[in-house]
């Protein structure tokens, strides 16, 4: 099988910065897109960043210019570099990849288990 596992989540006042990680193990033959979200209490879980297999790159329009999303496929890791943080960034934030386990079997979704990202005033 596959497992996402998250860490670097944390609380940080307003203006810091988090650096949040997120590794695929298991059986992975190849491993496409990779995405964070994030979900504050009471809400839906929202798109915050994606990156393909090739390194591009979408950010949704509130964290534009303030959070960057890399990976590094040697690790199959994929990281999220959140600066100038505000107190509405907080939410428990996902990884999300979209896996193909073998030459035969059609990519599915995984999902990590979410880490805290908590932004004080």
């Known amino acids: 099988q596959v497992q996402l596992v998250e860490s670097g989540g944390g609380l940080v006042q307003a203006g810091g910065s988090l650096r949040l990680s997120c590794a695929a193990s298991g059986r992975i033959f190849r491993l496409n897109a990779m995405a964070w979200y994030h979900q504050a209490p009471g809400k839906q879980r929202d798109l915050v960043a994606t990156?393909?297999?090739?390194?591009?790159?979408n950010y949704a329009d509130s964290v534009k210019g303030r959070f960057t999303i890399s990976r590094d496929n040697a690790k199959n890791t994929v990281y999220l570099e959140m600066n100038s943080l505000k107190p509405e960034d907080t939410a428990v934030y996902y990884c999300?990849?979209?896996?193909?386990?073998?030459?035969?079997?059609?990519?599915?979704?995984?999902w990590g288990q979410g880490t805290q990202v908590t932004v004080s005033s």
């Open positions: 999300n990849a979209n896996i193909q386990m073998t030459p035969f079997r059609v990519p599915s979704d995984y």
């Open positions: 990156i393909t297999s090739g390194g591009n790159t």
